[in-house]
């Protein structure tokens, strides 16, 4: 809504402009001697005005002001007043013969500046002007309404300034067609969109409570009642599908709007349009569909406890069989406050899917997470379009549906991470079986891959996996560089690293080894390296250090084998996605705290036996998380040994 509005009062001379502004002001009528020819730009403060908004009033004089000055104030304003004098015809036939034709040629012939007749020295007659009026307001779209009124007598003066900014504030034209006598198709699709968002069971009707809840956010104040039974039967007299089993249909939702617009009571709608985020072009506005949210270098974003439970709430609303799982149907359906389906054909083979190739409550979180760390706009967006706002009405904005991660450097040095989720970059030769890697995060194994549809293959592949007994979700992003080795600085900004090279193929690990050296060696990103193919048979590679001695020598993991015959090793998943919660510093494994802490009191209590492990350290760089979990539960029963071991040494 504007923030203040300004209204342009022309006219033909003589036909008391000038008295109309300066009776507004004084609430009386001047003497003719002291009416100048033009009243100065007046401001009427925001708290005296019905709608708490500064209203500015512009006097117009073809004595003191040329055509083109005439033009430039007419595309200042926002509501133009053409006032005319109801006991002279001739100024009535100058609204179409001139001012109305001289507006639009300022402003175009689309414009969308509400125009208000003002019928002044309604004194001086004893009949209405209206029959003369209203042809020329069914021939011009643009005019709002009629106010007849009298500077001498001061009526009506207060209603013509208060009409001309109803219609800046709450107008007539983006809403309804009086010319086809209904709803506009904007203004059709916008109501729709809150209809749906409102009908929280997902049965095509408000009940009562949906229809109090929607008074209550949209008016704040409840609706009682007996008032709520009298407009269901307001609605049930004129249109019998309006209201179907005691609730609200659509129909009868479309109807209750165009009957407060036929009534003149266009500030409801409008109300209820601003309450869901439109403006004044029922577009939703940049601020409820992108709210502020600082996100820092090093931070990243995450769908936070609130933003999970929206969204499960959601899916549930809209899995109509409460299969677990959402149909192409019930999919377009959840998205339909949407412009469009933000989700492409691609998704399917991104998240975890059915037997059926539907997404489910799984997947479909999944998803959510993707979009959420890669394009936090176009999450931020889609829940402004599905109602965020609405349904979690105690939050201000959808920024509360999103957690901010503190910055990966701080995760460095305390040699862990509080994120949960982690993104990893798989990099390898064509052909190496990346694509296998990637759905078999999703539990699709090669005869499953074959029935896929390779159109709509997709480079990434989300799911969760179990990182020491807390879900985290892994996000794998498939890089193919084909015959260079360079990456750019985005792909070089993950949080774990998967090199994969084939097993069968001696020309494949040579890059892995190329891109490690060049690209990671030095850096802070973790890496995995994956042998794929290996229920085929191995060869010797084309590499002067074969794979599991070039862990060895940079301190990586052991080569991880993968075959996509049956179903892929999750192993491999876990682990890469513990290597993100638990990064490395300088080369150097992080394990689970607690077994960091209590090989730290090992190592007090029996000095040369750490030695020892230093040098098995080189050949075994990899704890697995069977082993932390199981130093984690003996944690009590370790240090009860160490303490007595120290005691006995002294």
């Given at each position: 809504?504007?923030?203040?509005?300004?209204?342009?009062?022309?006219?033909?001379?003589?036909?008391?402009?000038t008295?109309?502004?300066?009776?507004?002001?004084?609430?009386?009528?001047?003497?003719?001697?002291s009416?100048?020819?033009?009243?100065?730009?007046?401001?009427i403060?925001?708290?005296?005005?019905?709608?708490?908004?500064?209203?500015?009033?512009?006097?117009?004089?073809?004595?003191?002001?040329?055509?083109?000055?005439l033009?430039?104030?007419?595309?200042?304003?926002?509501?133009?007043c053409?006032?005319?004098?109801?006991?002279?015809?001739?100024?009535?036939?100058?609204?179409?013969?001139?001012w109305l034709?001289?507006?639009?040629?300022?402003?175009?012939?689309?414009?969308q500046?509400?125009?208000?007749?003002?019928?002044?020295?309604?004194d001086?007659?004893?009949?209405?002007?209206?029959?003369?009026?209203?042809?020329?307001?069914?021939?011009?779209?643009?005019?709002?309404t009629?106010?007849?009124?009298?500077?001498?007598?001061?009526?009506?003066?207060?209603?013509?300034?208060?009409?001309?900014?109803?219609?800046?504030?709450?107008?007539?034209?983006?809403?309804y067609s009086?010319?086809?006598?209904?709803?506009?198709?904007?203004?059709?699709?916008?109501?729709?969109?809150?209809?749906?968002?409102?009908?929280?069971?997902?049965?095509g009707v408000?009940?009562?409570?949906?229809l109090n809840?929607f008074?209550?956010?949209?008016?704040?104040v409840?609706?009682q009642?007996?008032?709520?039974?009298?407009?269901k039967?307001?609605?049930?007299?004129?249109?019998?599908?309006?209201?179907?089993?005691?609730?609200?249909?659509?129909?009868g939702?479309?109807?209750?709007?165009t009957?407060?617009?036929?009534?003149?009571?266009?500030?409801?709608?409008?109300t209820?349009?601003?309450?869901?985020?439109?403006?004044?072009?029922?577009?939703?506005?940049?601020?409820?569909?992108?709210?502020?949210?600082?996100?820092?270098?090093?931070?990243s974003?995450?769908?936070?406890?609130?933003?999970?439970?929206?969204?499960?709430?959601?899916?549930?609303?809209?899995?109509?069989?409460?299969?677990?799982?959402?149909?192409?149907?019930?999919?377009?359906?959840?998205?339909?406050?949407?412009p469009?389906?933000?989700?492409?054909?691609?998704?399917n083979?991104?998240?975890?899917?059915?037997?059926?190739?539907?997404?489910?409550?799984?997947?479909y979180?999944?998803?959510?997470?993707?979009?959420?760390?890669?394009?936090?706009?176009?999450?931020?967006?889609?829940?402004?379009?599905?109602?965020?706002?609405?349904?979690?009405?105690?939050h201000?904005?959808?920024?509360s549906?999103i957690?901010?991660?503190?910055?990966k450097?701080?995760?460095?040095?305390?040699?862990?991470?509080?994120?949960?989720?982690?993104?990893?970059?798989?990099?390898?030769?064509?052909?190496?079986?990346?694509?296998?890697?990637?759905?078999?995060?999703?539990?699709?194994?090669?005869?499953?891959?074959k029935?896929?549809?390779?159109?709509?293959?997709?480079?990434?592949?989300?799911?969760?996996?179990?990182?020491?007994g807390?879900?985290k979700?892994?996000?794998?992003?498939?890089?193919?560089v084909?015959?260079?080795?360079?990456?750019?600085?985005?792909?070089?900004?993950?949080?774990?690293?998967?090199?994969?090279?084939?097993?069968?193929?001696?020309?494949?690990?040579?890059?892995?080894?190329?891109?490690?050296?060049?690209?990671?060696?030095?850096?802070?990103?973790?890496?995995l390296?994956?042998?794929?193919?290996?229920?085929?048979?191995?060869?010797?590679?084309?590499?002067?250090?074969?794979?599991?001695?070039?862990?060895?020598?940079h301190?990586?993991?052991?080569?991880?084998?993968?075959?996509?015959?049956?179903?892929?090793?999750?192993?491999?998943?876990?682990?890469?996605?513990?290597?993100?919660?638990?990064?490395?510093?300088?080369?150097v494994?992080?394990?689970?705290?607690?077994?960091?802490?209590?090989k730290?009191?090992l190592?007090?209590?029996?000095p040369?036996?750490?030695?020892?492990n230093?040098?098995?350290?080189?050949?075994?760089?990899?704890?697995?998380?069977?082993?932390?979990?199981?130093?984690?539960?003996?944690l009590?029963?370790?240090?009860y040994?160490?303490?007595?071991?120290?005691?006995?040494?002294?």
């Amino acid at each position: 809504m504007r923030r203040d509005v300004r209204i342009l009062l022309v006219g033909e001379p003589g036909v008391g402009k000038t008295s109309l502004i300066l009776s507004l002001v004084s609430e009386e009528f001047p003497e003719e001697v002291s009416v100048p020819a033009r009243a100065e730009e007046i401001t009427i403060p925001a708290d005296v005005t019905p709608e708490k908004v500064p209203t500015h009033i512009v006097d117009y004089s073809v004595q003191e002001q040329d055509e083109e000055e005439l033009e430039e104030e007419i595309l200042r304003c926002h509501v133009v007043c053409v006032v005319y004098s109801v006991d002279e015809q001739e100024s009535i036939t100058q609204i179409t013969d001139k001012w109305l034709p001289l507006i639009n040629k300022a402003l175009g012939p689309d414009h969308q500046t509400p125009v208000i007749l003002v019928g002044n020295k309604a004194d001086l007659v004893e009949l209405s002007s209206m029959e003369s009026i209203i042809p020329i307001m069914n021939e011009f779209a643009e005019v709002e309404t009629c106010v007849e009124c009298s500077a001498k007598t001061l009526k009506n003066i207060s209603e013509v300034f208060y009409y001309a900014q109803k219609a800046v504030l709450h107008p007539t034209g983006p809403l309804y067609s009086a010319e086809d006598k209904e709803l506009k198709p904007a203004c059709k699709r916008a109501l729709c969109r809150i209809f749906a968002i409102c009908d929280l069971d997902n049965d095509g009707v408000l009940n009562d409570h949906e229809l109090n809840l929607f008074q209550k956010r949209s008016f704040n104040v409840p609706l009682q009642q007996q008032a709520l039974e009298d407009v269901k039967a307001v609605v049930k007299k004129n249109i019998t599908e309006g209201v179907i089993d005691n609730g609200l249909s659509l129909i009868g939702f479309l109807f209750l709007h165009t009957l407060f617009i036929q009534r003149g009571r266009h500030e409801t709608t409008w109300t209820v349009l601003r309450k869901f985020g439109y403006d004044d072009n029922l577009e939703l506005t940049p601020e409820y569909l992108y709210p502020r949210l600082h996100v820092g270098i090093g931070s990243s974003t995450e769908l936070s406890h609130f933003g999970f439970q929206f969204l499960t709430t959601l899916f549930d609303k809209y899995d109509k069989d409460q299969d677990g799982a959402l149909s192409p149907t019930e999919l377009e359906n959840l998205f339909s406050t949407c412009p469009m389906n933000p989700w492409g054909p691609d998704v399917n083979m991104t998240v975890p899917t059915n037997d059926k190739n539907w997404i489910t409550l799984q997947g479909y979180l999944s998803q959510w997470t993707l979009t959420t760390l890669l394009d936090l706009p176009r999450t931020m967006e889609n829940l402004a379009y599905l109602g965020y706002r609405y349904i979690m009405a105690e939050h201000e904005s959808q920024v509360s549906a999103i957690h901010v991660t503190r910055d990966k450097k701080l995760d460095r040095e305390k040699r862990q991470t509080t994120r949960n989720v982690f993104f990893c970059n798989v990099i390898g030769p064509r052909g190496v079986g990346k694509t296998a890697f990637l759905q078999g995060l999703l539990g699709k194994d090669l005869e499953t891959q074959k029935e896929l549809n390779l159109e709509h293959i997709s480079k990434f592949a989300v799911n969760t996996v179990q990182v020491y007994g807390q879900e985290k979700y892994l996000l794998l992003h498939e890089i193919d560089v084909g015959i260079s080795d360079r990456l750019s600085e985005e792909d070089l900004q993950c949080d774990v690293a998967c090199l994969i090279y084939d097993i069968s193929d001696p020309r494949t690990f040579e890059y892995c080894a190329r891109m490690y050296k060049r690209h990671f060696e030095k850096s802070p990103v973790p890496c995995l390296l994956v042998a794929s193919k290996s229920d085929l048979h191995p060869v010797r590679q084309d590499h002067e250090v074969q794979p599991t001695q070039f862990c060895i020598e940079h301190k990586l993991p052991a080569p991880q084998t993968l075959s996509v015959v049956g179903r892929a090793n999750k192993d491999i998943y876990i682990k890469l996605a513990t290597l993100a919660a638990y990064p490395i510093v300088k080369g150097v494994y992080v394990l689970h705290p607690a077994a960091v802490w209590v090989k730290a009191k090992l190592r007090d209590a029996f000095p040369q036996r750490h030695m020892k492990n230093i040098q098995m350290q080189k050949k075994n760089v990899w704890v697995t998380a069977g082993i932390c979990a199981a130093v984690s539960a003996a944690l009590g029963f370790t240090l009860y040994r160490i303490l007595k071991a120290t005691t006995s040494n002294r």
